[in-house]
């Protein structure tokens, strides 16, 4: 997942054998749908770009259904075939971008340009890329989660590189606290929250970013404009899901600061956000 | 009687409607919470009383009757 | 109104594979073995035969298992065997005009096999199940079908349930001949119900339901001396249901009423109370109290007329007359892993000045019984 992972098991009767198969289970995700990996489906997929549709199986095609959804949501903002801007946008590189490169790349960008049919799935043209990361990621902490359950696991934690989900509250039966970082310092926590169960993600360009000069661009890049999206400096949210608490957190923080902070109050979603003057917004709803 | 009927329906409304999220269902979810705790005693009381007394229905969706004399 | 992005969301998010399963997600098997023994009936209210009347073993037995990814099956098997006697006729006491009971003898014994299964399917937002059963003892045998629906609403805060069944009866009366019963009757009954559970809050939630039952056929006692019923029934319930818990105690409350009215004339009021008292991760205690109070049936008489024509209604089933009852019960549950063990008990007690409604004269037949049962489930 090219992120620390970490899974914390308890109340079950044989730890080692169920978290072999909950790493087992992010391992299979990996495998099928990291970028990295050249034998990835999304790698296929994505060499198949322009010649000819790559049959995909239900999984895959529910996966995609999900990330229809959030382009839909966030009218087009949230794109998984933005990820061609990751080749201008490099973590090492030392200046910005040409003008006419982003212009050229953005052209391979847009989710509504993809043909699906059940079962399949055809990039128009040759160049274009899907990444399901920013939804696989998440989905794999609820599919672990899942998997734990149908074990029979009552108590542990899911932490896939700072999206945290919950099996269920420790041994003694109280909440886990789960912090969240501050932006300035990721060993600090501006705020520790009481989980039971359900979600945490946290999106931010703190965690990973592109340093060009004296500035910091963030590592989440707006298929609109072809630029780091240049908005809120981090977003938590809860939700039952991770994969949710995912998507909002990021379709947030993809969105202009006004924006952003009325689309989280008008979630329905518990959030924490925080803005580049290190202002803190909380929801209404208990965190 | 009316007075219980009421009593019911006015306890049962006075906590109101606010939405419950699925992250604060931890206490509904509970086995002591449920409609029908326990499947089984709930079927065998139905068949208790409803072949003790004039009544029957309401508790759970119909099944097969029996002589019960 | 539009939906806020976390319902968006979530929704779709329920069609990924990994939450897909609403059903069971683990098999589960559970025994219960049940006796009661009704008390005996004073010995001066009997005119003719045994005062002893039923003692009865129940023994259930319920599977139920996840099948595949959407579907679950649930197989019932419910098994009871009683001995004893039961209420003839009754007559007016000369001397009194007090009612005594023709009871049979004491040589009654039946058993009764109920076998159910129920496939449900689940979808995101919704389930539906097919039931069939079949019920069969030595004068009853019983067929039944019933299908049912459930919708999730508003974000999952509200279920609506749907139900209908259909259930037809023969009956064969023993010894029909030497006595002169019926010796072959039918009936058949066709029940709706529907039923609306909501979520309030954090820590409560009420189901309303109301169902109809219309029956018709052979709905007289055939072991009865002198009882002609209507040949139609149309019944009625309206229920609520309450939950709440108290985080202080740490239990939860039931509280449940239920209204019945049918054409026969009963009216009846159920009032359910029960208290889950939670004492740390493994033990359960549950006390509860319930009171039942009807009124007779219009065509209840408190003793058999031999001046009323055949073909006119009359009964003197004590079920028909005016009374109330109240159960004390008590339940412990113990939980083990992936053990459950419970063991309740039982008091049943019914009068006639229990009742809202006093009746004149109280029938004699009216039961009092003790309840025992002991229960094991397993879940893997």
């Known amino acids: ?287 | 009687m009316k007075k219980i009927i009421l009593m019911v329906l006015t306890l049962a409304f006075t906590a109101g409607c606010e939405t419950v999220k699925p992250w604060e269902r931890d206490i509904l979810a509970q086995p002591g919470m449920q409609i029908e705790a326990d499947p089984l005693d709930a079927q065998l009381a139905s068949q208790v009383y409803d072949s003790k007394e004039a009544s029957s229905g309401g508790n759970s969706p119909a099944g097969g009757g029996c002589g019960c004399n | 109104m539009k939906k806020s992005p976390l319902a968006v969301l979530t929704s779709a998010a329920l069609a990924l594979p990994a939450f897909a399963a609403t059903q069971p997600s683990e098999t589960s098997i559970s025994v219960k073995a049940s006796h009661y023994k009704e008390e005996d009936i004073a010995a001066s209210d009997v005119l003719l035969g045994s005062n002893e009347r039923y003692d009865i073993d129940v023994y259930q037995f319920q599977l139920t298992t996840p099948v595949g990814a959407d579907w679950s099956l649930d197989v019932n098997v419910n098994r009871e065997i009683m001995s004893g006697a039961s209420p003839w006729g009754t007559i007016s006491d000369f001397a009194t005009g007090e009612p005594t009971l023709i009871m049979s003898g004491a040589t009654i014994s039946d058993q009764r096999t109920e076998v159910s299964a129920t496939v449900s399917r689940y979808f995101t937002d919704s389930s539906a199940s097919v039931t069939l059963s079949h019920s069969d003892e030595d004068d009853y045998e019983a067929k039944a079908i019933a299908i049912g629906g459930e919708w999730n609403f508003m974000d999952d805060m509200a279920t609506l349930a749907v139900g209908a069944s259909y259930s037809s009866d023969d009956i064969t009366p023993t010894d029909a001949l030497m006595f002169g019963r019926v010796t072959d009757e039918e009936k058949r009954s066709r029940s709706f119900s529907v039923s609306w559970t909501h979520i309030l809050d954090r820590t409560s939630l009420v189901q309303l339901g109301a169902s109809i039952t219309d029956r018709d056929g052979y709905l007289s006692d055939p072991y009865k001396i002198r009882d002609t019923r209507p040949d139609n029934r149309l019944e009625k319930t309206f229920s609520a249901k309450y939950r709440k818990y108290f985080g202080g105690p740490g239990a939860a409350m039931h509280l449940d009423y239920r209204y019945f009215r049918d054409d026969f004339g009963i009216r009846s009021h159920t009032l359910d109370f029960a208290w889950h008292q939670q004492f740390g991760d493994r033990f359960r205690v549950i006390p509860g109290i319930r009171y039942y109070s009807q009124e007779e049936a219009d065509f209840y008489l408190p003793a058999d007329s031999f001046l009323i024509p055949l073909d006119q209604y009359q009964s003197s089933d004590f079920r028909l007359s005016s009374y109330g009852a109240w159960a004390f019960s008590i339940k412990g549950v113990v939980n083990l892993d992936d053990w459950t063990l419970d063991l309740s008990y039982e008091r049943y007690i019914s009068a006639g000045d229990y009742g809202l409604d006093e009746p004149e004269f109280e029938h004699p037949a009216l039961l009092e019984f003790d309840f025992v049962t002991l229960g094991v489930s397993y879940r893997f």
């Open chain 1, 1 to 287: 997942m090219g992120c620390p992972c970490e899974i914390r098991l308890a109340g079950s009767k044989d730890p080692t054998t169920e978290g072999e198969h909950c790493l087992g289970e992010i391992r299979r995700f990996e495998a099928k749908y990291s970028r990295y990996s050249e034998d990835s489906l999304v790698s296929e997929i994505n060499r198949n770009a322009g010649l000819s549709p790559t049959p995909i199986d239900d999984e895959t095609d529910s996966i995609l259904d999900y990330a229809d959804v959030c382009f839909q949501l966030s009218d087009g903002r949230f794109d998984i075939t933005s990820g061609v801007l990751r080749r201008l946008w490099q973590p090492d590189m030392s200046a910005l971008p040409a003008p006419d490169d982003i212009a050229e790349v953005t052209r391979l960008i847009g989710w509504q340009k993809v043909r699906r049919k059940p079962g399949e799935i055809l990039l128009p043209e040759a160049g274009m890329q899907i990444d399901l990361g920013g939804v696989v990621k998440e989905y794999v902490a609820d599919a672990v989660v899942q998997l734990a359950l149908k074990l029979g696991v009552t108590s542990g934690i899911v932490n896939l590189g700072g999206d945290i989900a919950v099996i269920g509250p420790q041994p003694s039966g109280e909440a886990w606290d789960v912090g969240v970082a501050d932006p300035d310092d990721s060993t600090r926590a501006i705020a520790t929250i009481k989980m039971k169960q359900g979600a945490i993600t946290t999106s931010g360009g703190y965690e990973r970013f592109i340093e060009i000069g004296d500035r910091k661009y963030s590592h989440l890049l707006d298929p609109t404009t072809g630029w780091p999206a240049d908005n809120l400096l981090g977003v938590s949210v809860i939700a039952d899901q991770a994969v949710v608490a995912g998507s909002l957190s990021t379709i947030a923080l993809l969105m202009p600061e006004d924006e952003a902070l009325s689309f989280l109050a008008d979630s329905g979603a518990p959030y924490l956000a925080i803005d580049t003057a290190h202002h803190i917004y909380r929801s209404e709803v208990t965190l």
